[in-house]
């Protein structure tokens, strides 16, 4: 079943167009990164696939349903999203935030039931937050933080999630942790579209990549779309020098800085 489909979209705020007549179709069990310049419409991309933002043109079905026809509380059952806002709110434990993630299955008090609390805390112990459940969240660090809202997306448990730089601000071992537990939500046929810059980890967890520019410059199995000659093209005027051989990248920026050295792959 396809689980996101983009028909002819384009987005971007008001005469200012990011993408133009974007086209894709992604089933389920697919985990898609999506790749691209900063200010190319990568998070406005993931906003108008959660139907936080409508695009200027064309449609998008999920799960076979018209994003744009479909009731809130229903698009909550179908698509969750872990932005990059910091939720930092005083006295709100790290349980009460993934509770939220429960809020389409409860009723209009939003009262917890036996079951969404052991939903709740299957979530938090999914992303190796469990012991910090009662810990307010302006007392996590960065990388906590991200997991708990990665945390509360699962609670959601929606058949597409979206990712928009899930990685920033966590160190290499929560990262690798959020890639085993990603390819393990693939596995049980979630799809999962990620933003990222994090391009040495791309070919070791993602199966499709999309790639753009103004518009889809590439998309395909990340085995024959993440190439040098497709990262120099999305990336033209941030990247200088392109090098893929084996299990060794060498990809160096403008400035003569390693964007990154050594690809990563995730058992």
């Known amino acids: 079943m396809t689980h996101v489909e983009l028909q002819h979209i384009t987005i971007g705020y008001g005469h200012r167009v990011l993408l133009e007549d974007v086209s894709a ?4 069990g697919r985990l898609v990164a999506l790749l691209g310049r900063n200010g190319t ?14 695009p200027l043109s064309g449609g998008i079905r999920l799960c076979g349903r018209l994003l744009s026809a479909t009731p809130a509380h229903e698009l909550a059952q179908v698509v969750s999203f872990v932005t990059t806002e910091k939720v930092r709110i005083a006295n709100l434990a790290s349980r009460d935030v993934v509770g939220l993630g429960r809020a389409p299955y409860t009723d209009w008090l939003g009262r917890l039931r036996p079951e969404d609390r052991a939903v709740v805390d299957r979530a938090l112990n999914l992303v190796g937050m469990g012991g910090f459940a009662a810990k307010p969240m302006d007392r996590l660090s960065d990388g906590e933080a991200q997991r708990v809202m990665i945390a509360r997306a699962l609670a959601q448990d929606t058949p597409v999630i979206l990712l928009d730089e899930p990685f920033t601000g966590v160190d ?83 400035d003569e800085r390693p964007f990154v050295t050594h690809r990563q792959e995730v058992k």
């Open 172 to 254: 290499v071992k929560t990262e690798a942790r959020i890639i085993t537990l990603l390819r393990e939500l693939r596995d049980e046929g979630k799809t999962m579209l990620v933003s990222t810059h994090n391009l040495g980890s791309v070919s070791g967890f993602c199966d499709y990549t999309v790639m753009v520019k103004g518009t889809v410059l590439a998309s395909g199995p990340t085995e024959t779309t993440f190439t040098a000659e497709n990262l120099e093209r999305a990336f033209s005027g941030v990247l200088r020098h392109v090098v893929l051989s084996g299990s060794e990248d060498r990809i160096i920026t403008d």
């Open 41 to 54: 419409g990568k998070s406005t991309l993931l906003r108008a696939v959660a139907g936080l933002e409508a």
């Open 25 to 28: 179709a992604i089933g389920g």
